[in-house]
Each structure stands twice: as structure tokens, then as C-alpha cells.
């Protein structure tokens, strides 16, 4: 991803001349130089979204343009973000929007005020505009006063440099330090937006089969139609092929692009209900009960990933969670190593992602299975670009607490330790020392965890399942999963409440799992 700057004003302001010498300067140090602009009037190379279509849908105007930044990210080795220019419709949040973009996009933001203001409502304008900035989680890399008398700012832990009128800023001192805030450190940073963006980048970088069990839900049609729009997966719909496209077509939805196969198909039929007889004759099963069971969509997309294909299954958006992730238990099984399946529900925060484990799966997992589930969330939370601090919740921290409950955190904590040497894992652990310093401090000193945890291992599914959707609701987390892990092949089941939104997030997901 190529290196970037924002440049952004909270009143209209001529920022032309800075963009320039930016870029100017830039193409000397590097080979590609681009110049992109979230918003504008009118559609054109370089540009999101127009206003028109940002006022039409906020949210899916802000999806697009980190999408359209990220395509330009590509093609460049400095990108220079010019924020918006004070033409919006009056009552726009420009700033906030501004920051909103920098923050997605991982950009530090350099903040650009009007010099020709008088001191005082200079200061104001940067102070109250600074913590705008700031609450949407941007970086802010510096304050440039453009223009006037050649005002000075003092503000706390932001560097502050002026450009008086008539000065160039090719030959200043301003240059070497906007220069210097490309450079600044990526953001730690990690806005729901982006970790969506960076997921649906790396299903395309290597795209996968995907079957979808349940296309008579219209909520799965309409995913269907964004996600081969944007080629975040290939899909295989399970049912009548004339029925689904009508549907489809009713809606005004393009699946053109998917494969629709119903599940009497003969062909298919014969072969997955002879494999699924092998599998289970162990248990008994016929060729003919075979065949009768194979016939259910969720056991029919479960033999499809098994015989390779198709890469991963999503279902559960008209079926239960055992619906969905039995045929998986009896046809794909574990993986080796791992004792049991179970799963992670991946929590974007407004700052962060957070995986909570095991909230969906497991009721009362034993100290072996506690420090299985510990280990594969760890596994899971690294494969979406989490480096995992795990903490073994309990009512207790450290041995401040004792009892039955506590000594099995205990000793799965010992267990997942033994397994995983490597992994920096702490328990047992109450929720408030596994994030907040202040308290860490005070209840387990010393600790690489406490305080800064980001994957966090519940001790029944009880407690798992309230947590994370306590979380999700006091908070406005969008809670991405259940993600199942531990499976050979990836299965993965949805809310029946699911939203659109959910299920082209869980594809995504599926489909990076598969890669490996």
C-alpha cells in the first residue's frame, strides 16, 4: 500500500498550491506520485464519489471512496489526499468527513487553516477543528497556517508550521515538514471500514468458490449481486436454476455471473451420496439414506466443499446454527492437531478489532477445550491481520480469585501456554485488567497482556455469547461472525437476522479463510 497524506481545511480554503509543491517535491524522491479527492461536484479520474451520491447514501458513499483509495493506492508510491473544498450543501460536516476518510484510509492528516483570520479565532478554529480530527481516530501529522501575517499557533503534541502570504513554499521550512508527515509511522488505527476495505482486498487477490445454500432468502440474492459485482468471490447458489434467476430478475439483481445448482442433480446426487455412504458407514448409513440426506441444501453445500468444488460454504440466514455447521462436523471434520471445532465473533470497534471466543459453539468447554479455543482464536485473529494478546477470562485476575470456574482458567491457561510458548497469553483475567492500563497496572503489573488484550477466550458459552452481544449493543460494534475455526475446510454460519451487509463480510471472511 503506497504511502499517503490528507490535506484538509474546516472552511474553504485554496489548497492548490501546497498540493502542487507536494507533489513536485514528491516526484523527485519517488516514481509515482497520484493526487486523489474523496469528494467533489463531478465525476472524474482521481475522484470517490460526487456529492450527489454521497447525500443519495452516506455509508455506502464512504465504502466506495476507501475502495476507490485503495484501487488508486495501488497504481502509486505517494498518494496526496486533497480533502474537501468548502462546496458542499450548507450543513455538510466536511471536517468530520474529511477525518472520517483520513482515519479509514490509515492517512495522517495535515490540517490547512486560513492565515488571514484574526489570532484569536485562529486559535479557536484550530482547536476546536483539531479535536474533530481527532475523535474520528485520524492521525494528525501537523497544522499548516497558510497564508496572512504569518500568525504562530502553540498546540499541545502537534507540530504547527506557517506559510505567510507571498511566500513560496517550495523554498520554506513548511515543505520539510509536511515531507516528513509522509513519513510518519502507519496508524495503529483499525476503523470498521478499513478492516472491511482490507478484508475485500485480499478475497480478490485471490478469489474463491463460495457455495450460498439458501438463495429463496432475499437477503442472500441481494449479496449474491454485490459480491460478484465487486469480485470478492466466485458463488455457487443451491436451487431450481429457473426460479432463482426469475427471483433474482424481480429484484432487479445481476447473479448472472453465478452458477446455480439444484441439489437432484443426478450426476452430483449419485457421487456425493456414495462418498457421504463411505464417510459414515461406520455409523451405518446406506446408499440410500445417504442419497435422501445429501438432498439437504446444507449437507449438499458441505459435499461440495468437501470434494473440492467449492472453497468455503456461508449459510444460516434461514437455518439453524446446528443446521448449518452439523453436515461440517460429520463431512469436513477438524483439522489436525485441533480437538474441537469452534468459533470467534470478530468485534470492529471504532479504533480496533477485537475477536471474542467462544461465543456460539461450545456451552461448557473443559480446561483442554478452553486452551483449543484460546489457540485457534489466537490463529484466527492473526489470520485478519490481529496480532494476538490473548486474555483467559474469569472473575478472577491472577490469584486474586479461587474456586472451581477459576482453577479451570487456570489450567487452560497452562495448557495453551504449554502448546503455544510463543503466544503472549494471560490468565486468569477479569475483562477490565485484559484492557485498561490503569487497572492492569494496579492488578497484574508487569503483565505483555493486561491492559492491551485483543483476543479474549470467555469461559462458557453463556458468558461468551452475553458478552459479545452486550459489546455489540452498548457500543455500536459491528460484531462479524460466528467465524467458525478448526475445520479442514471453511464453513461459516449467519445470524438469521442476518443483514446484507453481514453475509458479503462473511463471505469475504470464508473466502480468505480458504486461502490458507
Known amino acids: 500500500m503506497a504511502q499517503s497524506i490528507y490535506l484538509a481545511s474546516p472552511s474553504k480554503t485554496d489548497r492548490s498550491t501546497v498540493v502542487a509543491a507536494l507533489t513536485d517535491s514528491l516526484s523527485k524522491a519517488v516514481s509515482r506520485v497520484g493526487t486523489f479527492r474523496p469528494f467533489a461536484a463531478a465525476p472524474a479520474a482521481g475522484v470517490g464519489v460526487t456529492w450527489e451520491a454521497y447525500y443519495a447514501d452516506p455509508q455506502e458513499a464512504l465504502t466506495t471512496v476507501v475502495d476507490a483509495f485503495r484501487t488508486a493506492a495501488k497504481e502509486t508510491d505517494v498518494l496526496v489526499l486533497d480533502g474537501t473544498d468548502g462546496t458542499a450543501a450548507p450543513g455538510t460536516p466536511e471536517l468530520s468527513l474529511d477525518a472520517q476518510v483520513a482515519a479509514n484510509t490509515g492517512s495522517p492528516l495535515v490540517l490547512v487553516l486560513d492565515g488571514s483570520q484574526e489570532q484569536a479565532t485562529l486559535e479557536a478554529s484550530a482547536r476546536v477543528s483539531l479535536a474533530q480530527v481527532q475523535e474520528a481516530h485520524a492521525t494528525v501529522g501537523a497544522v499548516l497556517v497558510l497564508g496572512g501575517p504569518g500568525h504562530t499557533l502553540s498546540l499541545e503534541g502537534v507540530e504547527v508550521v506557517t506559510l505567510p502570504a507571498g511566500a513560496d513554499l517550495n523554498e520554506s521550512e513548511a515543505l520539510e515538514t509536511l ?138 440466514a434461514a437455518h439453524t446454527t446446528a443446521h448449518t455447521i452439523l453436515p461440517s462436523f460429520q463431512i469436513i471434520k477438524t483439522k489436525p492437531g485441533t480437538a474441537i471445532v469452534s468459533s470467534v465473533f470478530l468485534m470492529l470497534m471504532e479504533d480496533r478489532v477485537w475477536a471474542f471466543g467462544d461465543c456460539a459453539v461450545n456451552p461448557n468447554p473443559t480446561p483442554e477445550q478452553l486452551a483449543d479455543i484460546a489457540l485457534s482464536s489466537a490463529q484466527t485473529a492473526q489470520q485478519f491481520g490481529v496480532e494476538p494478546k490473548v486474555a483467559m477470562l474469569s472473575y478472577s485476575t491472577g490469584t486474586s480469585g479461587t474456586g472451581p470456574d477459576v482453577d479451570a482458567v487456570v489450567e487452560a491457561t497452562r495448557l495453551a ?74 464453513v461459516n454460519d449467519l445470524s438469521r437476522g442476518a443483514l446484507v451487509e453481514d453475509i458479503i463480510n462473511t463471505v469475504a471472511i470464508t473466502a480468505v479463510q480458504a486461502q490458507g
Open 179 to 316: 515531507l516528513g508527515v509522509v513519513e510518519l509511522p502507519t496508524s495503529q488505527v483499525v476503523t470498521p471500514l478499513m478492516f472491511q476495505a482490507g478484508l475485500v482486498d485480499r478475497a480478490r487477490a485471490d478469489r474463491k468458490t463460495i457455495v450460498l445454500p439458501e438463495p429463496d432468502d432475499d437477503r442472500i440474492l441481494q449479496a449474491a449481486d454485490e459480491i460478484l459485482r465487486r469480485g470478492i468471490a466466485d458463488l455457487v447458489l443451491l436451487g431450481d436454476e429457473t426460479t432463482v434467476r426469475a427471483r433474482a430478475t424481480e429484484l432487479g439483481l445481476d447473479i448472472s455471473a453465478a452458477r446455480v445448482v439444484a441439489t437432484n442433480d443426478p450426476e452430483l446426487l449419485e457421487t456425493y451420496a456414495a462418498e457421504f455412504a463411505r464417510l459414515r458407514a461406520k455409523k451405518g448409513v446406506t446408499l440410500e439414506q445417504a442419497r435422501q440426506t445429501v438432498q439437504d441444501v446444507s449437507y449438499f453445500g458441505t459435499m461440495m466443499v468437501h470434494m473440492g468444488q467449492a472453497d468455503g460454504m456461508v449459510s444460516g
Open 417 to 490: 501456554r504449554e502448546k503455544a510458548p510463543e503466544l503472549a497469553i494471560e490468565g486468569p483475567i477479569q475483562f477490565d485488567a485484559s484492557v485498561d492500563e490503569a487497572v492492569a497496572a494496579k492488578k497484574l503489573p508487569g503483565s505483555a497482556v493486561a491492559g492491551h488484550a485483543n483476543v479474549f477466550v470467555f469461559p462458557s458459552l453463556n458468558a461468551g455469547n452475553i458478552g459479545y452481544k452486550a459489546v455489540q449493543r452498548s457500543s455500536g460494534a459491528i460484531a462479524v461472525g460466528p467465524v467458525l475455526q478448526g475445520l479442514n475446510k471453511p
